[in-house]
């Protein structure tokens, strides 16, 4: 089944915003599709890395402009469940890749991602960005 849309996680708006030409056109099209989802993890991570106010309300004005998804208490149990499973297997997942990975199957999403973690969570749909 083709996901609905995209769940943007935090190394892939961070390249957005520094104007890394393939990856801020790939996210603007996909923005002006209204294809493109967040949720309060991404905000967390990228808001507590802003420098200056300017920065500060470029990215809360894209981020407020795609649809943002709230975490239910299923989302966290379905998080832990699959990083039980997975640790059981030995590999260890930082928790906002795992709770942005149970979100992107609880709404059929694809993660776009530069990150390498979300290849090893099973049942997503991961565009990795080089």
């Known amino acids: 089944m083709k996901p609905i849309g995209s769940l943007v996680d935090t190394s892939a708006w961070i390249d957005f915003f520094r104007g890394v030409g393939s990856i801020k056109d790939l996210l603007t099209k996909l923005i002006v599709r209204d294809r493109v989802f967040t949720a309060g993890p ?13 920065e500060r309300e470029q990215v809360k004005e894209a981020l407020l402009s795609v649809k943002f998804l709230d975490i239910t208490p299923e989302d966290w149990e379905g998080a832990a469940l699959t990083s039980r499973e997975l640790r059981s297997q030995g590999i260890t997942i930082p928790m906002t890749d795992l709770l942005l990975a149970q979100l992107a199957k609880a709404h059929d999403l694809e993660i776009i991602s530069l990150d390498p ?14």
């Open 117 to 130: 973690h979300f290849d090893q969570i099973p049942g997503i749909a991961h565009r990795k960005l080089m």
């Open 42 to 54: 991404v905000l967390f991570e990228l808001l507590q890395g802003i420098r200056s106010q300017e």
